[in-house]
């Protein structure tokens, strides 16, 4: 009988066209070639698969833990989600922006990343829900909730309302006092839930796909599709990175497996993020290399010839794209 440990086998995943995800004006991408995103497989790992895994070069053997971050399955799959959705939207704004077109941002709330267990609100609101309001009052940012919360007192109750599985529902307890800052607070993590609104219909269609990973290669292909241009001109493009409301590429996890997974796929080139490396990142892990750098190095293992790309922001993609023509 196989029986499963308490670990995961991380390995190369599947490399996806984006012609097969993305639709603009409800028209498909008929151009050659393709952007694909690259993704990470998960399975549980059984005591052979684990073992069999730290012979295999793209492999790893993570605790539950190091994968959810501590959240319970329920909530990471929430959080996957989340990333999954703001990758969108992002990618979205990046694409209109640079096709020029009109677009507005609407702020839907605070997105709901965590609970603190000594959080009053702890038995009340869930990862992935979203506080609407406070006390009757509507924001336009996270930072306006923050300060309106720490301007109250700690002990003081205060109402909020929230979404919940698409229901509206409503919560009253006392504040605590945040150990990081000494002021009042709810006791969650939170970030911005926005949403796009535009003229165009761009529909993404990512299934089970979870994180914000693919959010580059998201832009590169909405934006194909909005200025109707071949810009990728008939090559294969395969690559990863986080896309921010600037243009700004991130680092992501896990580049040594998404580049051999597109090495499988036939990719021509890879896009990898040349994230800044801290000096606070250092003090954690002297050794860390960047996304680029750790790309390289498992594009040298393989002896692939697919070419490496690095970049800061999508300019850098599509300066490097307008040059193979």
């Known amino acids: ?16 066209d984006l012609k097969d995800l993305i639709t603009v004006n409800k028209e498909k991408d008929d151009d050659a070639g393709s952007f694909s995103l690259t993704s990470v497989g998960i399975r ?18 993570v605790s539950a833990d190091e994968l959810t971050g501590g959240s319970t399955n329920e909530e990471y799959e929430q959080m996957q989600q989340f990333y999954m959705e703001s990758s969108q939207n992002a990618a ?23 609970v603190e267990k000594t959080s009053n609100f ?5 990862v992935g829900d979203t506080v609407t309001q406070v006390d009757g009052k509507s ?4 930072q306006e909730f923050m300060e309106y919360v720490k301007s109250q007192k700690v002990g003081q109750k205060v109402t909020i309302t929230f979404t919940h599985d698409g229901e509206t529902k409503e919560a009253t307890e006392k504040l605590i006092e945040l150990p990081s800052d000494k002021k009042p607070g709810i006791g969650i993590t939170l970030t911005d839930h926005t949403e796009i609104k535009s003229d165009e219909n761009i529909d993404i269609n990512a299934g089970n796909i979870g994180g914000p990973s693919a959010g580059l290669m998201f832009t590169l292909e909405i934006y194909e599709q909005l200025v109707g241009k071949d810009i990728r001109h008939g090559e294969n493009i395969a690559g990863t990175g986080t896309i921010s409301s600037d243009g700004t590429v991130g680092r992501i996890g896990g580049i040594d ?27 954690v892990e002297p050794d860390i290399k960047t996304n680029y750098q750790e790309a390289n190095a498992a594009a ?3 002896g692939t010839d ?20």
Do not use: R, W
């Not at 009988?1 to 996806?16: D, L, S």
């Not at 549980?44 to 053997?61: G, N, R």
């Not at 702890?122 to 869930?126: L, W």
């Not at 998404?258 to 896009?271: D, L, P, Q, R």
């Open 257 to 283: 497996k998404k580049v051999a997974s597109a090495v499988e796929s036939g990719a021509k080139v890879f896009f990898a993020p040349d994230d800044e490396i801290t000096d606070e990142m250092k003090e």
């Open 306 to 325: 697919m070419k490496i790309v690095p970049v800061k922001n999508v300019q850098d993609a599509l300066d490097y794209l307008a040059k193979m023509k």
């Open 44 to 61: 549980q790992a059984t005591a052979f698969s684990a073992l069999i895994a730290h012979f295999k070069p793209f492999e790893d053997v």
């Open 92 to 114: 979205i704004e990046q694409a209109l922006k640079l096709a020029d077109k009109p677009y507005e941002l609407e702020y839907k709330g605070v997105y709901v990343l965590g």
């Open 1 to 16: 009988m196989i029986v499963p440990i308490p670990y995961y086998v991380e390995q190369p995943g599947a490399t996806i």
């Open 139 to 142: 924001f336009t940012s996270s």
């Open 300 to 302: 040298k293992k393989i």
């Open 122 to 126: 702890f038995n009340e609101v869930s």
